[in-house]
Structure formats: C-alpha cells, structure tokens
C-alpha cells in the first residue's frame, strides 16, 4: 500500500513538472490559446471575469495594483504579474469588438520581415534604399536589378545600395536579395561558416565549377580543382543539405496569407518595461500571464461530482485532475516568469534605458543560481519570447543573454567613424576595441562585421571608388 501510494505521488509530480515546464517554453500568446482550448474542453475548468492582482488577490480597477505598489520600497523595479492582454486593460469588461488589434494575427511580409532587422543598422536614407530593393525582388526573393541603376534613380551613392544589398543579404532569411543561386549559395556558405564547420572547398566549387556543379559531374570538379573525390562529395552534400536555393521561398509558410511572401505573427511582448510616472521612481516591469480573469475550478461543478452517476466518476475525476494541474502549473508559469523579469531588469537598467553599448550579459548559468533553477529550465523560460523596453523597442529576452551585443556596437561605431578614404582592417578594428575593454581577436571582429553587414575593408573602399 505504501509503495503504491509513493508511485502514485512520484508520477504526480513528474506529470506536474512536465506540464509545467511545457508551459514554461510558451509565449503569452501561445499561453492565452492553451487556457482557452481548455477552458472549452474541460467543464470543470472557469475563468472568472472579475480583474484581481495575482499576488495580493485585491479586485483591481487599474495597474499595477495600487496595493503592492504601497508596499514597495527601495529602488529595486516594481514587477507584478498582469491578468491582461497588451493593451486591453479597462476598468469594464470588454466587449468582443472591443479587443485590441495586438491580439488579432497580423500579416508580415518578407519585405517587413527584413526591414525590421536591418533598420538598426540603417540611417533614415538607407531605410528608403532598403525599402525600394526589397520592393524589387521577384517572387524568387532575388534581385536582378543592377545596383547602379537603382542608385541613379534614388539619386544615392552606389555605397549604400550595395550597404543595403550587404544587410539584406545577410538577414533572415540568409541570401535574399541576391542576383541568382550561385551568389545566395556563397552569402549562406559565409554566414554559415561562422558557426559551423564547412567543407574547404565548397566556394571554389561555387566560384569555378558551378556548371559542373548543376550536373553534379564530380569527377570532373575534382580534376579541375585538383582535389580528390572524397573532398568534391563532402562539399556537395554539405551544399546540397545546408543551403536552400531560394531562401525567401523556404520563408513563408504555406503561401495563405494575402502575400506569397508573408506568415502570421504577433507583435505583442511578453514582458512591458515602462518608466515609472513618479521621476526617479524605479522602472514597473509588467509580465503578461495569458489570463483574462482568475483561473479557478468551478467549486459547484466540483462539490456536484460526488452525485453523479458511478459510471460517470472517472470522467469527471479527470477532468478535476486535469483543471487542477493546468491552474497549479499556470501559477508556477507566470511565477517563474515573474523572478526573471525581475533580475533581468535590475541587472539591465542601464540597457533598457540606454543602448547596446550599454548591456552587460547575463548568463543563463548564473540566472538559473540565483533562481535555484536548472540552466535548461531557465533557457526555455526566455526562449520565444520579448519584451517592450520604455522606448517602445521589442527585443526578444535572449538579448539580455548575448555577450557580443555590446562589442558589436562598438564595432560598428569605429566603422561609421571610420576614414572612408582609408578603411580600417580588422585587426586595426581589434586594436581599437582593447581601450573600450574589449579583447577580441581579429576573426571576432570579422565575424560580428558579417553579422552586421558590412562590408571587408578593401570592399568598403571598392565602393568609395565606385561611388565617386
């Protein structure tokens, strides 16, 4: 009997941890659709319309709750868990028609999807370059324009069509914006050699045998390069199962928005972290928790299950079971979710309110100590999600996490200083860098450079020359 009972328990918390951590790795979005799947399934299961503060428990006519706010002290933030949606918080209820256009599925195009990413990196004038090359691209996703030919229309230096080209290319998806195969094969080899082992021979293959390559007449590839056949195999294979001929195709999903180059998202955070109203007050960090009232079991429902039918019990005790674990797992979620908010935004002040320049990277190891946590519990708690910083900027929480931000910013500054009559190498870079605190070898330097899109120092002054 003991042994029974003790089996029973331990599969009931590894039942409870499993689903907890589940919900862990989901977005607010993806949260809020859990809860209500359930909601409809489960008649057990309710969500009371009444707003209360999760952690005082206080009927709440506005945010954050003036309670716990009472009881603050000290300039560490104020973070609260939020039983709203993005923007729909009222002191009514709302109405279906009233629900906010965050929380409806919006259509981002490729030329969005790109945009988005290379506007950091990009002046206002360059944004408009951008915005005309990815207006340009073909239901491929290349751009077969000459770059020349698009300078002279918009009246810009060749420079910065060919600086858009570089971050555009080198976006996600790697190798849009690209002249054909060949050229979006060798953009994805390079991006793709930063991370992970390629084959030696794969650009001279691309650059010198890309016809024989189509045919896949390896054997003459390797007496043209000299190479044994083994190599010339290795490096087909890897072409063949890493890069995709056609990125922006790979892109989109199934092709059912209103664009054949678009898909669904949300761009509603997870976290919004806004100024306090008081100058000088501590920032108030809002963590989004996907209800839209108290989730409970429904107690007439639950004190009704004793009367119905023996045969009906089982089903009804697992729906108890399941209600009961999704409320307790939810609250642990958000819990979780609230501790890091926490320590991200005391640790990260100075980013939130400031720049890149200015983070100073966490570690997941370290934030999973201070949380007596797994390190893998706390990397799918940040993974897919984001948060609103008090400039209206939305950075995915794996930011607070990248120790090269802050490095490549710096790197990008000595460029955008730079003479443009005479480039600065890499390792000139590098040295550059060792004042600000940043030790980095040259192939550090080259490798956030690619990740910024620009351009080698002999490239640069290529362009300078053909520009003028």
């Known amino acids: 009997m003991y042994l029974s009972h003790t089996a029973e328990h331990r599969a009931q918390t590894t039942l409870h941890l499993t689903q907890t951590m589940r919900l862990l790795g989901l977005n607010t979005d993806e949260l809020a659709d859990e809860i209500a799947h359930e909601l409809e399934t489960n008649p057990v299961l309710q969500m009371l319309d009444t707003t209360h503060c999760p952690q005082c428990g206080r009927r709440l006519r506005a945010l954050p709750c003036p309670n716990c706010i009472a009881k603050h002290t000290g300039d560490t933030p104020i973070v609260f868990l939020s039983p709203r949606q993005p923007g729909s918080f009222r002191a009514t209820d709302e109405e279906p028609d009233d629900l906010p256009a965050e929380r409806i599925a919006q259509t981002e195009t490729l030329a969005e999807h790109i945009l988005r990413q290379v506007a950091f990196s990009a002046t206002d004038s360059e944004k408009i370059v951008a915005a005309n090359i990815l207006a340009r691209l073909d239901d491929k996703g290349l751009f077969t324009e000459q770059a020349a030919e698009l300078a002279l229309t918009l009246r810009v230096p060749l420079e910065a069509v060919n600086r858009m080209l570089a971050l555009i290319q080198r976006a996600d998806p790697v190798g849009v914006a690209t002249r054909d195969i060949r050229e979006s094969f060798a953009v994805q080899i390079e991006v793709r050699r930063e991370t992970m082992a390629v084959p030696p021979l794969c650009e001279r293959i691309l650059a010198e045998c890309w016809e024989l390559l189509t045919k896949r007449n390896y054997q003459s590839i390797a007496r043209q390069l000299a190479a044994s056949l083994d190599e010339v195999k290795e490096a087909a294979?890897?072409?063949?199962?890493?890069?995709?001929?056609?990125?922006?195709?790979?892109?989109?999903?199934?092709?059912?928005?209103?664009?054949?180059?678009?898909?669904?998202?949300?761009?509603?955070?997870?976290?919004?972290?806004?100024?306090?109203?008081?100058?000088?007050?501590?920032?108030?960090?809002?963590?989004?928790?996907?209800?839209?009232?108290?989730?409970?079991?429904?107690?007439?429902?639950?004190?009704?299950?004793?009367?119905?039918?023996?045969e009906d019990k089982p089903e009804w005790s697992e729906y108890v079971e399941r209600a009961t674990l999704l409320v307790k797992c939810v609250q642990q979620r958000n819990h979780t979710m609230r501790r890091i908010a926490e320590i991200?935004?005391?640790?990260?002040?100075?980013?939130?309110?400031?720049?890149?320049?200015?983070?100073?990277?966490?570690?997941?190891?370290?934030?999973?100590?201070?949380?007596?946590?797994?390190?893998?519990t706390v990397s799918r708690a940040v993974s897919n999600k984001s948060a609103a910083l008090p400039n209206g900027r939305i950075v995915p929480l794996s930011i607070f996490f990248d120790r090269s931000l802050a490095v490549r910013d710096a790197v990008q500054t000595i460029i955008g200083q730079e003479d443009r009559r005479a480039p600065l190498s890499d390792t000139q870079i590098a040295e550059l860098l060792k004042p600000q605190g940043y030790i980095v070898a040259r192939r550090t330097v080259a490798k956030y450079r690619q990740m910024l899109g620009i351009l080698s120092a002999n490239l640069r002054g290529r362009e300078l020359s053909l520009s003028q």
Do not use: M
Request: hydrophobic letters at 35%; one cysteine or more.
């Open 344 to 376: 991200i935004t005391a640790e990260q002040k100075a980013f939130i309110v400031g720049g890149d320049c200015d983070l100073k990277p966490l570690t997941r190891s370290a934030l999973a100590q201070q949380l007596n946590l797994h390190e893998s």
């Open 237 to 310: 294979v890897f072409i063949r199962r890493n890069l995709t001929p056609y990125p922006a195709r790979a892109w989109h999903d199934s092709g059912r928005g209103t664009h054949r180059l678009a898909r669904d998202v949300y761009y509603q955070p997870d976290i919004l972290i806004s100024h306090n109203p008081r100058p000088g007050g501590p920032l108030i960090v809002e963590v989004f928790t996907g209800l839209s009232g108290a989730l409970r079991l429904d107690p007439d429902i639950k004190s009704a299950i004793p009367t119905v039918p023996e």
